[in-house]
Antibody, heavy 121, light 108 residues
Framework: QVQLVQSGAEVKKPGASVKVSCKAS????????ISWVRQAPGQGLEWMGW????????NYAQKLQGRVTMTTDTSTSTAYMELRSLRSDDTAVYYC??????????????WGQGTLVTVSS | DIQMTQSPSSLSASVGDRVTITCRAS??????LNWYQQKPGKAPKLLIY???SLQSGVPSRFSGSGSGTDFTLTISSLQPEDFATYYC??????????FGPGTKVDIK
């Protein structure tokens, strides 16, 4: 069965960086993309970006350009999201989601369990 | 950027009620619209993709409709496990996705 298992909770100081991992299993990793979505406490879902596990192409949300980097390691079927220059408003649960696409739709059909990142001095 | 709005922001309903949630895009997105359900402390779950296609394993009481700028998620007979927050998401902008602000459905 398809599973996305994320790394554990992190506590970081303002200005630091965090790298969250998302290990995929149960499907051919390079046949899909991975999107990252975050959710601040009590707030809605915010799409952060997408990476193709096939060729590493990325697309990031404009507000995070320059602070976020998404990568994959196909040898371990793992996706990574690194966020730099952390601020208090980056405190959120971060999710990875398998992204499937066809000629007429995209969908986030499987999600990781979420990783809480807390930014606090 | 394409902006998404949802109405209502919250609603109270009873088991067995028919519930309708609306999502509107700031420009035409054809049928590039997905719906997700999220329960507290859990990851979102895909319900509907391409505006009206039911994701595998999702009960048939969930349905989606619409195209262009206006979309609807309908729950034909609300069940206890359906109390959750529902989000729409556009995928028209190639690989630039946007979620709506969410609609919380709680018990009347």
């Amino acid at each position: 069965q398809v599973q996305l298992v994320q790394s554990g909770a992190e506590v970081k100081k303002p200005g630091a960086s965090v790298k969250v991992s998302c290990k995929a299993s149960g499907y051919t990793f390079t046949s899909y993309g991975i999107s990252w979505v975050r959710q601040a406490p009590g707030q809605g879902l915010e799409w952060m970006g997408w990476i193709s596990a096939y060729n590493g192409n990325t697309n990031y949300a404009q507000k995070l350009q320059g602070r976020v980097t998404m990568t994959t390691d196909t040898s371990t079927s793992t996706a990574y999201m690194e966020l730099r220059s952390l601020r208090s408003d980056d405190t959120a649960v971060y999710y990875c989601a398998r992204t499937e696409y066809s000629s007429s739709w995209y969908r986030f059909d499987y999600w990781g369990q979420g990783t809480l990142v807390t930014v606090s001095s | 950027d394409i902006q998404m709005t949802q109405s209502p922001s919250s609603l109270s309903a009873s088991v067995g009620d028919r519930v309708t949630i609306t999502c509107r895009a700031s420009q035409s997105i054809s049928s590039y619209l997905n719906w997700y359900q999220q329960k507290p402390g859990k990851a979102p779950k895909l319900l509907i993709y391409a505006a009206s296609s039911l994701q595998s394993g999702v009960p048939s009481r969930f349905s989606g409709s619409g195209s262009g700028t206006d979309f609807t998620l309908t729950i034909s007979s609300l069940q206890p496990e359906d109390f959750a927050t529902y989000y729409c998401q556009q995928s028209y902008s190639t690989l630039l996705f946007t979620f709506g602000p969410g609609t919380k459905v709680d018990i009347k």
